[in-house]
Each structure stands twice: as structure tokens, then as C-alpha cells.
């Protein structure tokens, strides 16, 4: 018996299966994302160091006192503006230079006329030419102590020898210091550097001459300069070597600002890289997604050495591919994607 009705129910069926994959199609998740291509760049590998501006070998005057003496005053504390000439400190001399001032004032008299006498002496024939040349000796020394001491002690008003800003104060009000003992310190603007710490490893691979960017900050753009030299011997408290370099005039970099730099340690390499802004990471494992056709395959890779905002990929990716930058975190491995 024949059943005309098989052919238009079968018809029915395939044209509501065939609706219902196109609504599944529809529904199927679109990221919106933006893409950026994968370039060929030579990135050289990059160390970051941190470190400080200081004032240079020549930028900072030390304040000593000139005998012993007790501190009488601190005039000019820490981080205080100073011109030449203006008073950091005053001293006063201790009961021991009163002491040395009081007898080489004495033994400076007593020289002086034992050397008349001696000339007075050899007139009357009962002493010599070497007697008296003994007793002006004798006599000359004696004087030049006595004024040596005398004008170091006039010096105890310890005064800023350069326009610049207190750094240090070794002292205390009442304080008994040595000769040549340091009681301030003052740092001036003039032959300004950086120092930064760097690892035994880093230091051997650095040489004067060698490019190192400070990093930008809110009040100034990032800045390149030249190493000027390196410690060969470390810090025996951090036990890293000092790196040195000069900061240009009008750099906008204060005395004592903290900096962080970055210094090439390697010649650069060709190779495929991304902005940082497309690098995901899974439990340690970083990966982008590659977008062909329309759709986004998670790639695993290998990162290489960094450059300014991109890094290097040594594995994973080629020059060309497309790959996203932003909308990344909310994909899937196999996910259609649309761009921004």
C-alpha cells in the first residue's frame, strides 16, 4: 500500500532539524576583542636595577672641626637650604685646646727671648753663630704652632662652603669632637649622579659606555644615559657593586630620588614578539590567543627577552599572526571572536 504522506513528513523533519542547527549557530558565544599583529623586532635582554641620585665626587663638601672642641650649636639641621657662607654649626673650643692654646702661646714667648738673648750673647762674644741659629729655629717653630693653633681655632663657626643643601649631621649639641672629625656635610647641585645596585653576575657584564634608561616618572619622561663607571668591589653590607652614571643638566632628577633603570646586558636578537598587553598566563604557563578565521586558539609560548612595552617569543607564535590585545581573559580555546 502506498503512503504518500512518508515524503512531505521526512521533508518536515529535515527542515526542522536544519532550523534548529541555524538557531544553535546564532547562539553560539562571540568575544569582542582587539587585535594587534605579531612583529620581528631585535629586542636586546634587559636588566632592571634600582638605585638613587646622589651628589658627585666633587658635589659634596664635608665640614670638619679644626681642633678638639664641644658642639655649642647645630644651626643648620639636616635638609636645610644653605648659601656659602651661612652658618651650619658652631663649635667651642674644648678644655684641652684652651690647654695647648695657653702653652704654645707660652712656649712661643719663652722661644722668642731665648732668641734675643742668644743674639745678645754671641755680641758679646759668649755664644756662637750656631747658637743662635738653634734658638731661631726654636723660636720660629714655636710661633708657627702658636698661630697654626690660633687660627683653627678661630675657625670653629663651621660655615657652608657652596650654596647647596645640608645632607648630614654626624653630631649632637655637647658633643666633643676630634680634629678632622666630621661634623656636616653639605651636597650641592653642581656634577649630579646616579648609583645603582647591581649582582656580581650583572656588574661583570657591564663596561663604561653602555646605554642605561632611568624609568619615566610623573614629573619626567624616561632618560638614557651612558655608564660612567663600575666598583670592582662590593658593598660589603649589600654586597652588590655600585654603577655609576651622570646625570645630564635639566634632567629634572632631585638629589636623593629614588630611580629604577634598565640596562641592556646582551646584544639584541631578532625574533617574533607581542605587546605585553596580549600576555596571558595559566598557572605559570604564558600563552596568547591566535585568532584565524574568525576564531581564537589558545597558543602556549615561550618568552624571550624584553623591550620598552613588547617582549620577545622564541616559541608559540610567528611574524603575522593576528593576536588579541584586549577582551582576552574572557575567551575560550575554539571561541568565534569580533573585533572592536
Not at 124 to 147: F, I, M, Q, Y
Not at 229 to 256: E, K, M
Not at 289 to 313: E, M, Q, S, W
Request: charged content about 15%; overall charge neutral; hydrophobic content about 45%.
Amino acid at each position: 500500500m502506498k503512503m504518500p504522506w512518508i515524503a512531505p513528513l521526512c521533508l518536515s523533519i529535515a527542515a526542522c532539524s536544519g532550523a534548529a542547527d541555524d538557531a544553535g549557530n546564532a547562539d553560539a558565544p562571540v568575544a569582542l576583542v582587539t587585535l594587534a599583529r605579531v612583529d620581528r623586532e631585535s629586542l636586546a635582554p634587559q636588566t632592571t636595577v634600582y638605585g638613587a641620585a646622589e651628589p658627585g665626587p666633587m658635589g659634596k663638601l664635608s665640614l670638619t672641626a679644626p681642633v678638639e672642641a664641644v658642639v655649642a650649636s647645630i644651626d643648620a639641621p639636616v635638609g636645610t637650604a644653605v648659601t656659602r657662607g651661612q652658618v651650619v654649626a658652631r663649635l667651642a673650643a674644648s678644655p684641652t685646646t684652651r690647654v695647648d692654646l695657653t702653652k704654645a702661646a707660652s712656649d712661643a714667648s719663652a722661644a722668642t727671648a731665648a732668641f734675643a738673648r742668644a743674639q745678645r750673647l754671641r755680641g758679646d762674644g759668649l755664644a756662637s753663630n750656631a747658637d743662635v741659629e738653634t734658638a731661631a729655629a726654636a723660636a720660629k717653630s714655636a710661633n708657627a704652632l702658636r698661630a697654626s693653633l690660633s687660627a683653627r681655632s678661630a675657625g670653629l663657626t663651621l660655615r657652608a662652603p657652596a650654596t647647596g643643601v645640608v645632607d648630614t649631621v654626624g653630631v649632637t649639641v655637647g658633643d666633643l669632637v676630634q680634629p678632622g672629625a666630621a661634623v656636616a656635610s653639605v651636597s650641592r647641585a653642581a656634577d649630579p649622579r646616579v648609583r645603582f645596585g647591581v649582582d656580581a653576575a650583572t656588574a661583570r657584564s657591564l663596561k663604561p659606555g653602555m646605554a642605561l634608561t632611568i624609568a619615566a616618572s610623573a614629573a619626567r619622561p624616561a632618560l638614557t644615559v651612558s655608564i660612567q663607571s663600575v666598583d670592582p668591589i662590593a658593598d660589603p653590607q649589600t654586597r652588590l657593586y655600585a654603577v655609576f652614571a651622570t646625570i645630564p643638566a635639566g634632567s629634572g632628577i632631585a638629589i636623593g630620588e629614588a630611580l629604577t633603570a634598565a640596562i641592556g646586558t646582551r646584544a639584541a636578537t631578532s625574533s617574533p614578539s607581542i605587546p605585553y598587553a596580549a600576555l596571558l598566563d595559566d598557572a605559570g604557563q604564558p600563552f596568547v590567543y591566535v585568532v584565524a578565521g574568525g576564531v581564537a586558539h589558545r597558543h602556549d609560548i615561550v618568552l624571550g627577552p624584553t623591550g620598552g612595552d613588547r617582549i620577545a617569543v622564541t616559541r608559540g607564535v610567528k611574524p603575522g599572526d593576528s593576536i588579541v590585545v584586549e577582551g582576552g581573559t574572557a575567551l575560550e580555546d575554539g571561541m568565534k571572536v569580533r573585533t572592536k
